[in-house]
Structures are given as structure tokens and as C-alpha cells.
């Protein structure tokens, strides 16, 4: 078959024909043969001129080539196994306009390297950019021997039939193998890459590879490649292998011994031929498809140092840091708990009465459906309304009547002691009774006065707790423990996918080797197994630790109230803020639910996944609201239902504005306008306790209360508290929305966190004023708390606008703000605001458990609705 081929092949041929009698077989291979000397002899000598130089190194060779000339350059060196040189080829043309490219094809023992010149490299939109001055450095092939001579050649041809005039020149690359911690300088462009060989030191098994420039443009690309032939050094394959990021200043790759089976590998720096991969300019289209465009100087000075990175210890180190910080608060608390039960065996031992006082400054409404102020005296209470006091009592929170009573102690004690006493005889069987029973939130509903029940009581114009804590302890707490139950659902359902994209994240960097995929702090981050920033993970840990932790303080707390509830503590019935602990788990949950959603968010950090991080802070803040509201406000407070629906629908947004929000007009005022509507929705809702309808009457109500108390009659607003934090809280949202109305925020997800927050402050801080302009005190364990919070938050925020990295920019421009790390050389500033957010947030949540703790002893009838 083959003989039978070169037969057919060779009938084809105008040399010299085949004679008829030459048939397949020995015969026809030895004339094909033969012939095919002659011919390419003749072939040679009349059409094509091959010449071959025995060239040397440093030399600079001017030389012409043309279609039938072409020429091989032949070099040898010696290589050593100990010591590794690196050789580079450079060639300039000289003619502006060529014909046809010339040909450079480099010849190794163990790989060919070939090249055009001009060299056309492709860009954006297949935009070519011509370069006439190109510079290779050759891939060095490993020996085994001590000492060996190595020939390679380099060969030129052109297909032109005019001469075009070439330089070359071969030379030695000096430093060629990078030392570590020792800075080396060069210079790159598209057409002349650099690239360098580092071998791993004794006992070093990880290194970081920083590469540095004065200027952000032209665009650059870093990678680290094993040591193998041939390596991809140019623009259009430097990222076929090993890992590799774009950089405009800084540029920085964490590389271990094991991922390099040679202990040493190639760092290679490449000048892209457009900037828009960093951020740069798109630049402008050729006319022609098939144009060359003019490329400029797109030359570049850098540096290159690799150092080693931290060993075993610093994480060893680093983790028990971590530990060790969060669990001093469990024995802080542990603490703190031992000298509580201390002081709650005392008061057991000596119990006191209710403070049936008003709050501690004596003052209340002579009336409870009073218009006025606070009235400055007190009356004392004639004996039937005693009676009808203690009669009271029976309720589930205890409504002692709105007026002030004082006893003399004495009679006081005997009261109530004769009340515990008889409640303690039918305990058991109303216990049963109430356990048997089905109790539901609409109870109260079913009664026809209900309706003008609740707009007696809630449009007085002072409220005490009382008459917003009417319904039954039962049905609340249920109401309340759908706020846990609900945020577990959603946790769960949340993390399992959250968890099993970051890990698919993860892989795909680790087998593409594409840094640019997730943004980082590349100069502080460690890695440990598959992950590639360990540090930002476990700084996260302070969340689920004290998210616990409260967990378990309110767990104390719960079990602590429902034992003096079975033991019918006077003060636990009717006494205080009524205690409903279903949003205080719900606020642990969404805490140890931030650290593991943020711990999952820098696995891999980017831009498609930011709302792992963002979605629980929203929560967070929302439910921390939802709570202030809820203390004096028990039986209107929000239902779950409707909370995390609203919740939702932020998140929804944050969403839409991280997708369209960049720069679109038409978003931003969409979103200003449901921002502003929303806010006089919620002011609405809160002026009016709820006793108002959104109808197709809306329109006509508003124009008759504007009629009646702005035209017809200037009178001011009837409750003047309320309408100040209203009056505030809609100034600081309008604020908010002409300032993302007019700046529009690249960062729209921080911009709608900071309206939470903002929202958040400013309720807080009317809570504190109010409570103190009530005559209520705080105590010393709220105070230190609300001052060692301030200060963490203050610390942590400074931390937080360091800004290390951020995907609303290039990979490469996230990159100009890395920074080294600051604690024990493992954690960076980032992890600082894991730690100090995680302690504050813990700290905001103790505030909110105990601010009310001065009210334990005081009426609910005597503690005002603000």
C-alpha cells in the first residue's frame, strides 16, 4: 500500500518521468528515490538558498532574507544541573511595510518555539495590534548529567520575494533565577514577555510572589507556571496553564511547594495589548475588519520579590487567638451569672414588693385618657380602688387601673402576700385548665366592642404598657416564636446552596488557576487545603460564637421568667416590660447565620455572590427594631409574617440595584419614590398605633384632617413624642434618597444598609431619650454595655472603610488597595472589623436584653408607651 502510494505520487511528478516499465514494487521506491535527490538538488540550487551560520551570544547580526534565502542560525551553550541561565532571543525589523512576515522557528532539544515578525497580537473584539520588535526568552530544558552542551537553532524564512532587512541578536539572561527576598527590576511589553525561574529554599514550603509597578497602565498580566516547554508567555495563551491575575499596580500569588512537583516554577509577566481587562478605555473600533492598529509604547517597569509566607505556627497561632478571644466572653458571662444568682438568692431570701410607685419620678397623667401634660401631683387611691387593683391582678400581666395608689409598706406586703397565697391553691388546677384550652392570637377580636376598645386606648394621648400588653401571655408568645422558627426555615434553606456554589466557586479557581475570579486580599491571604483565603474565614468565627452565646443568655433568661411565672412571682405577672423571647432567639440565629453566610462569601468574594454577606446584616437590623418597638408595644408589635416579607422585599432590591443601579436614572428614582412612600406608610402606621385604613377614603381623610387641624384651626399634633422621632426619622430618609438620587452609589448594597442602620441609630437613640425623659434609669451592667459597644463600633468601622478589596471595580484595580496583614501576621485589617463587629453586634444585643431590667419592680401601669 505504501510502495503503491509513493507510485502514485511519484507519476505525478514533472522531474523525471517514470519509465514504463518501472512497475509498484522495490524498483518503483528506489527510482522515487532517485528522483527526488535529483529534483530536490536541482530544486535547491535554482530556487532556494539555505545557509547555515555558527552564531554566538551578545552579537548583534544585520542580516536580509527573501523567499528563496533562508537562514539558520546555529548556538550552543553549556548547562549545568546546579545552575540555570536563561537565554533570550530579540528581533527588529527594519521596513515599515512587509509583504509577507518573516518566519523565526527556534529549535531545543525538547521544544520548538516559532514566531512571525511582524508579531500580531489580537485584542478585544479581534482588534490587531502589529509589533515589529519582539523579544522571546527560551524555556530551559532540565539535565540530568553534572555539565552538558545543548545546540538549538534558530531559523529564518520569509515567503516575500523582496529582501527585507532583520536584526538578531542572542543573548544571556542575567538573574535569571529570582533569590529570595530580593527585589529584581525589568521591563515588558506585549511583544517582549519576561518570565524567570524560582526554586523552593530548605525548609520553605510556601511563598508569595509580589510584582510591582509605579503606574496602573498598560494593563499586565501575572502567572505562575511549572517548569516545562513551552511556556505561555504571550497575551493570547498566558492563561492556557498555572495560575494568573491582571494587575495595574499590584499584583501578588500565594504559591506552595506541593502544587510543584520540581520545587520550582516559572513567574512570567506579560503586557496585555489593551487596558480594558483593568479597567482602562475601551478604544476605538478599526474601520476595516481586517485594519492593523497602531499599538504605541506599551512598554512597562516592574518589580518582581518572592517571600516566604508564614509557616505552621502563625496558624496555629492565629486560630488559638481567635478562640481565645471569644471564649473570655462565655467566662465573662459565666462570671457575670454567678454574681446574679448570687444577688436574685438575696432577694429571694428577702423578698420585696412591687414598686407600685410611678417611675421613679413620681409623675403620670392625672388621667389616663388625659390631653395634657404630665401631671406634677399624685392622688392616692381610696380602698375600693385598691380592691379593684388587687382584684385586677387575676390578668395574665396584671392591669392595675391607670391611677396612681400608694400603700404603707407593711399592708402593701401582707396584700400580696395573701394574693401569691391564693393563687397558689388553684395553680394546678387552672394550669390545667389553661393547657387544655385553645388559645388563639384572635381571641379578643371575637368581641363586638373590640374595635372601639382598641381606639379608646390607643388614641390616648399617654399610653402605659398596659394597655398595649392586654392580650394573653400565651397567644403572644406563640405570635413570637414564629419569628425563631421562621428565620431557622429560612437559614437553612439559605445556607445548603449558599454553601454548595461557594464550594463549586472554589474548585473552579483552584483547576483554572484564574485569580481573577475572586477578590481577595492577595497579600494576607493564607491558605489551608482547597481554601485560598483561611484567615477571612476563621475571623468569622466570632459571629456563631457569641450568636450562641446569647443564645444561651436568653435561654437562661426565658427559663429563669417561666419559673417565676409557675411560682406566680408578682413581679414576673405584672410587673415590667413583658418578657416574649421569640425575637431575641430569632436575633441569635441571624447573628451565627451572618458569620457562617460570611464565612461562605469569602471562600470566594465577587461580585455574583455579595448577598451572602448582606442578607442577614438587613435581617439583623430589622429584627433589632422590631424588638424596641416590641417592648412597649407588645400586642401591635409586627407579625413574622409581615417582618420577613418586608425583608424580602430589601433584599429584593439590593439585589435590583447591584444589577441595574450603576449609573440608571431610571432605577434610582423608581427606588426614591418607594423609598419615600414607604416611609410615610411606616410614619403613618406608627402615629396612628395602627388605627388607620389604607382605602380608596385614604385621599379624603387626609384632605379633612389638613382642613380641620392646619386651615380651620392651627393646632399642633396631638401626640408630640411620636411626632418628634417622625418628624426626624423622615428627614434622615429623604435625605438619604436625595443623596442616592444624586450621587448613585456604585455600592448600592452598603447604601441600602446604611439606611437600615441609620433608621436603626435614630429609633435607639429616641428610645434612650425617651426613657430618660420618662424618669426611668438604666442600670450599671446596660450602661457598661452601651459604652464599651459605642467604642467597639467606633474601632470597627475604621476598620471597615480600610477598604482591602471591592468587586465593584476590575479585579485588578481591587488589587491596588491589598494590603499586608497587621495582627500576628495572619489576620488584615478585614478580619479586625470580623472580630470587632462580631463583639459590638453581641454587645448591641446585651443592650437591647437588659436596657429595661430598672422596670423588673415598677406596674406596667406606671411604665409609659413611647
Same mark, same amino acid.
Given at each position: 500500500?505504501?510502495?503503491?502510494?509513493?507510485?502514485?505520487?511519484?507519476?505525478?511528478?514533472?522531474?523525471?518521468?517514470?519509465?514504463?516499465?518501472?512497475?509498484?514494487?522495490?524498483?518503483?521506491?528506489?527510482?522515487?528515490?532517485?528522483?527526488?535527490?535529483?529534483?530536490?538538488?536541482?530544486?535547491?540550487?535554482?530556487?532556494?538558498?539555505?545557509? @547555515?551560520?555558527?552564531?554566538?551570544?551578545?552579537?548583534? +547580526?544585520?542580516?536580509?532574507?527573501? *523567499?528563496?534565502?533562508?537562514?539558520?542560525?546555529?548556538?550552543?551553550?553549556?548547562?549545568?544541573?546546579?545552575?540555570?541561565?536563561?537565554?533570550?532571543?530579540?528581533?527588529?525589523?527594519?521596513?515599515?511595510?512587509?509583504?509577507?512576515?518573516?518566519?523565526?522557528?527556534?529549535?531545543?532539544?525538547?521544544?520548538?518555539?516559532?514566531?512571525?515578525?511582524?508579531?500580531?497580537?489580537?485584542?478585544?473584539?479581534?482588534?490587531?495590534?502589529? +509589533?515589529?520588535?519582539?523579544?522571546?526568552?527560551?524555556?530551559?530544558?532540565?539535565?540530568?548529567?553534572?555539565?552538558?552542551?545543548?545546540?538549538?537553532?534558530?531559523?529564518?524564512?520569509?515567503?516575500?520575494?523582496?529582501?527585507?532587512?532583520?536584526?538578531?541578536?542572542?543573548?544571556?539572561?542575567?538573574?535569571?533565577?529570582?533569590?529570595?527576598?530580593?527585589?529584581?527590576?525589568?521591563?515588558?511589553?506585549? *511583544?517582549?514577555?519576561?518570565?524567570?525561574?524560582?526554586?523552593?529554599?530548605?525548609?520553605?514550603?510556601?511563598?508569595?510572589?509580589?510584582?510591582?509597578?509605579?503606574?496602573?497602565?498598560?494593563?499586565?498580566?501575572?502567572?505562575?507556571?511549572?517548569?516545562?516547554?513551552?511556556?505561555?508567555?504571550?497575551?493570547?495563551?498566558?492563561?492556557?496553564?498555572?495560575?494568573?491575575?491582571?494587575?495595574?499596580?499590584?499584583?501578588?500569588?500565594?504559591?506552595?511547594?506541593?502544587?510543584?512537583?520540581?520545587?520550582?516554577?516559572?513567574?512570567?509577566?506579560?503586557?496585555?495589548?489593551?487596558?480594558?481587562?483593568?479597567?482602562?478605555?475601551?478604544?476605538?473600533?478599526?474601520?476595516?475588519?481586517?485594519?492593523?492598529?497602531?499599538?504605541?509604547?506599551?512598554?512597562?517597569?516592574?518589580?518582581?520579590?518572592?517571600?516566604?509566607?508564614?509557616?505552621?505556627?502563625?496558624?496555629?497561632?492565629?486560630?488559638?487567638?481567635?478562640?481565645?478571644?471569644?471564649?473570655?466572653?462565655?467566662?465573662?458571662?459565666?462570671?457575670?451569672?454567678?454574681?446574679?444568682?448570687?444577688?436574685?438568692?438575696?432577694?429571694?431570701?428577702?423578698?420585696?414588693?412591687?414598686?407600685?410607685?410611678?417611675?421613679?419620678?413620681?409623675?403620670?397623667?392625672?388621667?389616663?385618657?388625659?390631653?395634657?401634660?404630665?401631671?406634677?401631683?399624685?392622688?392616692?387611691?381610696?380602698?375600693?380602688?385598691?380592691?379593684?387593683?388587687?382584684?385586677?391582678?387575676?390578668?395574665?400581666? $396584671?392591669?392595675?387601673?391607670?391611677?396612681?395608689?400608694?400603700?404603707?409598706?407593711?399592708?402593701?406586703?401582707?396584700?400580696?402576700?395573701?394574693?401569691?397565697?391564693?393563687?397558689?391553691?388553684?395553680?394546678?388546677?387552672?394550669?390545667?385548665?389553661?393547657?387544655?384550652?385553645?388559645?388563639?392570637?384572635?381571641?379578643?377580636?371575637?368581641?363586638?366592642?373590640?374595635? *372601639?376598645?382598641?381606639?379608646?386606648?390607643?388614641?390616648?394621648?399617654?399610653?402605659?404598657?398596659?394597655?398595649?400588653?392586654?392580650?394573653?401571655?400565651?397567644?403572644?408568645?406563640?405570635?413570637?416564636?414564629?419569628?425563631?422558627?421562621?428565620?431557622?426555615?429560612?437559614?437553612?434553606?439559605?445556607?445548603?446552596?449558599?454553601?454548595?456554589?461557594?464550594?463549586?466557586? @472554589?474548585?473552579?479557581?483552584?483547576?483554572? $488557576?484564574?485569580?481573577?475570579?475572586?477578590?481577595?486580599?492577595?497579600?494576607?491571604?493564607?491558605?489551608?487545603?482547597?481554601?485560598?483565603?483561611?484567615?477571612?474565614?476563621?475571623?468569622?468565627?466570632?459571629?456563631?460564637?457569641?450568636?450562641?452565646?446569647?443564645?444561651?443568655?436568653?435561654?437562661?433568661?426565658?427559663?429563669?421568667?417561666?419559673?417565676?411565672?409557675?411560682?406566680?412571682?408578682?413581679?414576673?405577672?405584672?410587673?415590667?416590660?413583658?418578657?416574649?423571647?421569640?425575637?431575641?432567639?430569632?436575633?441569635?440565629?441571624?447573628?451565627?447565620?451572618?458569620?457562617?453566610?460570611?464565612?461562605?462569601?469569602?471562600?470566594?468574594?465577587?461580585?455574583?455572590?455579595?448577598?451572602?454577606?448582606?442578607?442577614?446584616?438587613?435581617?439583623?437590623?430589622?429584627?433589632?427594631?422590631?424588638?424596641?418597638?416590641?417592648?412597649?408595644?407588645?400586642?401591635?408589635?409586627?407579625?413574622?409574617?409581615?417582618?420577613?416579607?418586608?425583608?424580602?422585599?430589601?433584599?429584593?432590591?439590593?439585589?435590583?440595584?447591584?444589577?441595574?443601579?450603576?449609573?440608571?436614572?431610571?432605577?434610582?428614582?423608581?427606588?426614591?419614590?418607594?423609598?419615600?412612600?414607604?416611609?410615610?406608610?411606616?410614619?403613618?402606621?406608627?402615629?396612628?398605633?395602627?388605627?388607620?385604613?389604607?382605602?380608596?377614603?385614604?385621599?379624603?381623610?387626609?384632605?379633612?384632617?389638613?382642613?380641620?387641624?392646619?386651615?380651620?384651626?392651627?393646632?399642633?399634633?396631638? +401626640?408630640?413624642?411620636?411626632?418628634?422621632?417622625?418628624?426626624?426619622?423622615?428627614?434622615?430618609?429623604?435625605?438619604?434618597?436625595?443623596?442616592?438620587?444624586?450621587?448613585?452609589?456604585?455600592?448600592?448594597?452598603?447604601?441600602?444598609?446604611?439606611?437600615?442602620?441609620?433608621?436603626?441609630?435614630?429609633?435607639?437613640?429616641? +428610645?434612650?431619650?425617651?426613657?430618660?425623659?420618662?424618669?426611668?434609669?438604666?442600670?450599671?451592667?446596660?450602661?457598661?454595655?452601651?459604652?464599651?459597644?459605642?467604642?467597639?463600633?467606633?474601632?470597627?468601622?475604621?476598620?471597615?472603610?480600610?477598604?482591602?478589596?471591592?468587586?465593584?471595580?476590575?479585579?485588578?484595580?481591587?488589587?491596588?488597595?491589598?494590603?499586608?496583614?497587621?495582627?500576628?501576621?495572619?489576620?488584615?485589617?478585614?478580619?479586625?472589623?470580623?472580630?470587632?463587629?462580631?463583639?459590638?453586634?453581641?454587645?448591641?444585643?446585651?443592650?437591647?436584653?437588659?436596657?429595661?431590667?430598672?422596670?423588673?419592680?415598677?406596674?406596667?401601669?406606671?411604665?409609659?408607651?413611647?
Amino acid at each position: 500500500m505504501v510502495l503503491r502510494s509513493y507510485w502514485k505520487c511519484r507519476l505525478k511528478s514533472s522531474c523525471f518521468p517514470a519509465p514504463r516499465w518501472i512497475r509498484p514494487g522495490l524498483a518503483a521506491l528506489f527510482w522515487f528515490c532517485v528522483t527526488q535527490l535529483v529534483c530536490g538538488a536541482g530544486a535547491l540550487g535554482e530556487n532556494k538558498f539555505v545557509r @547555515q551560520k555558527n552564531a554566538e551570544f551578545d552579537v548583534t +547580526y544585520n542580516d536580509t532574507v527573501k *523567499s528563496n534565502n533562508q537562514t539558520i542560525y546555529a548556538f550552543n551553550h553549556t548547562i549545568s544541573r546546579n545552575k540555570t541561565e536563561g537565554v533570550r532571543v530579540t528581533v527588529d525589523v527594519m521596513q515599515q511595510h512587509l509583504e509577507s512576515p518573516i518566519l523565526f522557528v527556534i529549535r531545543q532539544k525538547q521544544a520548538v518555539m516559532s514566531f512571525q515578525v511582524p508579531l500580531i497580537l489580537r485584542g478585544l473584539y479581534q482588534r490587531k495590534y502589529p +509589533y515589529k520588535h519582539v523579544g522571546r526568552t527560551l524555556c530551559q530544558p532540565p539535565t540530568r548529567a553534572a555539565s552538558e552542551t545543548q545546540y538549538f537553532f534558530v531559523d529564518v524564512s520569509t515567503l516575500s520575494s523582496q529582501e527585507t532587512n532583520f536584526q538578531l541578536r542572542v543573548s544571556r539572561v542575567e538573574s535569571f533565577t529570582l533569590q529570595t527576598d530580593r527585589k529584581f527590576s525589568f521591563a515588558a511589553s506585549p *511583544s517582549q514577555p519576561q518570565f524567570f525561574k524560582y526554586v523552593f529554599p530548605d525548609g520553605v514550603d510556601t511563598v508569595i510572589v509580589k510584582v510591582n509597578s509605579d503606574v496602573n497602565f498598560p494593563c499586565s498580566v501575572m502567572s505562575v507556571q511549572d517548569i516545562q516547554c513551552p511556556v505561555y508567555d504571550l497575551d493570547n495563551n498566558v492563561a492556557f496553564i498555572g495560575m494568573y491575575q491582571t494587575m495595574t499596580k499590584k499584583g501578588a500569588i500565594t504559591v506552595q511547594r506541593k502544587d510543584f512537583p520540581s520545587n520550582s516554577f516559572y513567574v512570567v509577566v506579560v503586557v496585555k495589548t489593551e487596558d480594558e481587562a483593568c479597567g482602562g478605555p475601551l478604544r476605538f473600533y478599526p474601520l476595516q475588519p481586517d485594519e492593523l492598529i497602531d499599538a504605541g509604547n506599551r512598554t512597562k517597569d516592574l518589580d518582581v520579590v518572592v517571600s516566604p509566607a508564614i509557616n505552621s505556627e502563625k496558624y496555629v497561632i492565629g486560630m488559638l487567638f481567635c478562640l481565645g478571644i471569644f471564649l473570655s466572653f462565655y467566662v465573662l458571662t459565666l462570671l457575670v451569672a454567678c454574681v446574679e444568682n448570687k444577688r436574685m438568692k438575696r432577694r429571694e431570701m428577702f423578698p420585696n414588693p412591687p414598686d407600685t410607685s410611678p417611675a421613679e419620678t413620681g409623675k403620670t397623667p392625672a388621667s389616663p385618657y388625659e390631653y395634657g401634660s404630665f401631671a406634677d401631683n399624685g392622688s392616692t387611691l381610696s380602698s375600693e380602688a385598691i380592691t379593684d387593683s388587687a382584684t385586677s391582678t387575676d390578668n395574665n400581666y $396584671g392591669y392595675l387601673g391607670q391611677e396612681p395608689f400608694k400603700r404603707r409598706p407593711f399592708l402593701n406586703h401582707l396584700h400580696h402576700l395573701a394574693i401569691r397565697i391564693e393563687r397558689s391553691l388553684d395553680s394546678v388546677a387552672r394550669s390545667r385548665q389553661e393547657s387544655l384550652s385553645s388559645v388563639e392570637e384572635d381571641d379578643y377580636d371575637t368581641l363586638e366592642d373590640i374595635d *372601639s376598645d382598641k381606639n379608646i386606648v390607643r388614641t390616648k394621648k399617654y399610653l402605659c404598657v398596659s394597655d398595649l400588653a392586654r392580650k394573653d401571655k400565651r397567644i403572644l408568645s406563640k405570635k413570637y416564636q414564629i419569628y425563631f422558627w421562621n428565620i431557622a426555615t429560612i437559614a437553612v434553606f439559605y445556607a445548603l446552596p449558599v454553601i454548595q456554589l461557594v464550594i463549586t466557586y @472554589q474548585t473552579v479557581v483552584n483547576v483554572t $488557576g484564574n485569580q481573577d475570579i475572586c477578590y481577595y486580599n492577595f497579600l494576607c491571604a493564607h491558605p489551608l487545603g482547597a481554601l485560598s483565603a483561611f484567615n477571612n474565614i476563621l475571623s468569622n468565627l466570632g459571629y456563631v460564637m457569641l450568636g450562641l452565646l446569647f443564645l444561651l443568655i436568653v435561654f437562661k433568661r426565658d427559663v429563669t421568667h417561666s419559673r417565676a411565672l409557675l411560682r406566680n412571682d408578682l413581679n414576673a405577672l405584672e410587673c415590667g416590660i413583658p418578657k416574649h423571647f421569640g425575637v431575641y432567639y430569632a436575633m441569635g440565629t441571624a447573628l451565627m447565620m451572618e458569620g457562617l453566610l460570611s464565612a461562605c462569601y469569602h471562600v470566594c468574594p465577587n461580585y455574583t455572590n455579595f448577598q451572602f454577606d448582606t442578607s442577614f446584616m438587613y435581617m439583623i437590623a430589622g429584627l433589632c427594631m422590631l424588638k424596641l418597638y416590641q417592648k412597649r408595644h407588645p400586642d401591635i408589635n409586627a407579625s413574622a409574617y409581615t417582618a420577613y416579607a418586608c425583608l424580602a422585599a430589601v433584599i429584593f432590591f439590593s439585589v435590583l440595584g447591584v444589577v441595574f443601579g450603576r449609573g440608571n436614572m431610571v432605577f434610582w428614582i423608581v427606588f426614591s419614590v418607594i423609598h419615600i412612600l414607604a416611609t410615610l406608610l411606616l410614619s403613618t402606621q406608627l402615629y396612628y398605633m395602627g388605627r388607620w385604613r389604607l382605602d380608596a377614603g385614604i385621599m379624603r381623610r387626609i384632605v379633612y384632617v389638613i382642613y380641620t387641624d392646619c386651615i380651620r384651626q392651627c393646632s399642633g399634633p396631638m +401626640y408630640i413624642d411620636r411626632m418628634v422621632l417622625l418628624v426626624m426619622g423622615n428627614i434622615v430618609n429623604w435625605s438619604l434618597a436625595a443623596y442616592g438620587l444624586i450621587e448613585r452609589p456604585n455600592d448600592f448594597a452598603s447604601y441600602l444598609l446604611a439606611i437600615a442602620i441609620c433608621n436603626l441609630l435614630l429609633y435607639f437613640a429616641f +428610645y434612650i431619650i425617651m426613657k430618660l425623659r420618662s424618669g426611668e434609669r438604666i442600670k450599671c451592667l446596660p450602661v457598661v454595655c452601651i459604652l464599651f459597644t459605642a467604642v467597639v463600633w467606633g474601632f470597627a468601622l475604621y476598620f471597615f472603610f480600610q477598604g482591602l478589596s471591592t468587586w465593584q471595580k476590575t479585579p485588578a484595580e481591587s488589587r491596588e488597595h491589598n494590603r499586608d496583614c497587621i495582627l500576628l501576621s495572619f489576620f488584615d485589617d478585614h478580619d479586625i472589623w470580623h472580630f470587632l463587629s462580631s463583639i459590638a453586634m453581641f454587645g448591641s444585643f446585651l443592650v437591647l436584653l437588659t436596657m429595661d431590667d430598672d422596670l423588673d419592680t415598677v406596674q406596667r401601669d406606671k411604665i409609659y408607651v413611647f
